[in-house]
């Protein structure tokens, strides 16, 4: 089992940006793939962006793409998804996930680790 921490959330103005860090720990060599899920409220988990842990390939869902990017700091089993040009549509709670699927996998994977979650909220 791999345990995930989110932190780097909170209130920003639309257009302003947010840098959202994951701290994985545990079963960490499990893991092919980490990435980020967001939940508005009254909503569904949606993917957001995924990392390959081995060779940093990436995935974007199509809302977030130019505006996102996911990365990831191997020596310090962390996730990161910087958010830039921030829309109020953009507000929800975001969860770290890791998952032993490939990265063309992950959006459908059956099985993750979860973390807490974080809430990122833009103003208008």
């Known amino acids: 089992q791999v345990q995930l921490v989110e932190s780097g959330g909170g209130l920003v103005q639309a257009g302003g940006s947010l840098r959202l860090s994951c701290a994985a720990s545990?079963?960490?060599?499990?893991?092919?793939?980490m990435g980020w899920f967001r939940q508005a409220p009254g909503k569904g988990r949606n993917f957001v962006a995924a990392?390959?842990?081995?060779?940093?390939?990436?995935v974007y869902a199509d809302s977030v793409k130019g505006r996102f990017t996911v990365s990831r700091d191997e020596a310090k089993n962390l996730v990161y998804l910087q958010m830039n040009s921030l829309k109020p549509e953009d507000t929800a709670v975001y969860y770290c996930a890791a998952s032993g699927v490939p990265l063309y996998l992950f959006r459908t994977a059956i099985r993750y680790s979860w973390g807490q979650g974080t809430q990122v909220t833009v103003s208008s």
């Open positions: 990392i390959q842990w081995s060779g940093g390939d990436t």
């Open positions: 545990g079963r960490t060599f499990s893991s092919n793939t």
